[in-house]
């Protein structure tokens, strides 16, 4: 439709075609991770109705000639230190060459995490903050394995950011790490995975998606790329506020009841 001609325009602006993105494309992360890696290691989230996503990524992989090392569960909702650690000790133990990750923002910032403390050593408290990643990177030599991050859920867009976001759940507080180091090399979003999504983490995630345009907008001023950044705000926020109450009048798949974790 005309009306999302500019928003695929920023896209592409925005990432080229490292992004893959639209209706029905999960076969082709079989292909894309073939171009990174040829051993994965896989971090899922489960919830109704992912089977057929997963067992699609699956048999893209394998299509691929992509051996698949192992799979392990995605982070709980907000990313917790605890599921950090055990994502980074499995990928230890598994020693992939690419990740191929399925599930909303909270997994995929876990995941994000949890490679550079595999590869980089030390603890989250020595990366967060603004290019600290890039700086371990630069002085130990090593580099962090290629990431193709596949998004469950329409939101913060954690497949396409430089942004890490974990939580110390004992405390409550949440840390961020900012670095292009942790940007996934092939963001993958297929729409159709959103289609039975429940009615209210459509709307929590069309409402984070205005936020986070705001945030962006908000902090580019006095900057030389205010007006791109108020260009990209501005389609965001129109295409939420006026397709979010017809996608929640009706919606594409039908609304099952369970919250999706991660």
């Not at 067992?55 to 990313?79: F, H, Q, Y």
């Amino acid at each position: 439709m005309h009306e999302f001609d500019n928003a695929r325009a920023l896209l592409r602006e925005f990432k080229g075609d490292t992004y893959i993105h639209g209706l029905g494309v999960l076969p082709q992360v079989g292909a894309a991770a073939a171009t990174l890696g040829k051993r994965a290691a896989f971090v899922g989230c489960q919830f109704p109705g992912c089977q057929g996503h997963l067992d699609a990524i699956r048999d893209s992989l394998a299509a691929a000639d992509v051996t698949l090392l192992g799979e392990m569960e995605g982070a709980a909702p907000n990313a917790p230190r605890e599921d950090v650690a055990r994502i980074a000790a499995e990928l230890a133990r598994l020693n992939p060459d690419v990740i191929v990750t399925f599930g909303g923002g909270s997994t995929i910032d876990a995941v994000k995490a949890a490679e550079l403390l595999r590869t980089l050593g030390g603890t989250l408290e020595s990366y967060f903050g603004t290019g600290l990643v890039t700086q371990a990177i630069q002085k130990s030599g090593k580099t962090l394995i290629p990431h193709v991050a596949i998004q469950t859920a329409a939101s913060s867009a954690a497949h396409l950011t430089k942004y890490s976001n974990i939580t110390d759940v004992h405390t409550g507080q949440k840390k961020l790490i900012v670095d292009m180091a942790v940007v996934p090399q092939r963001p993958v979003f297929d729409y159709e995975v959103t289609f039975g999504a429940p009615a209210a983490l459509t709307a929590d995630g069309a409402l984070d998606g205005i936020s986070h345009s705001l945030e962006v907008l908000y902090s580019a001023v006095g900057k030389p790329d205010y007006d791109r950044a108020a260009a990209v705000a501005a389609e965001g926020i129109r295409l939420v506020v006026n397709h979010l109450p017809c996608v929640l009048a009706d919606p594409p798949g039908g609304q099952p009841s369970a919250v999706r974790p991660g």
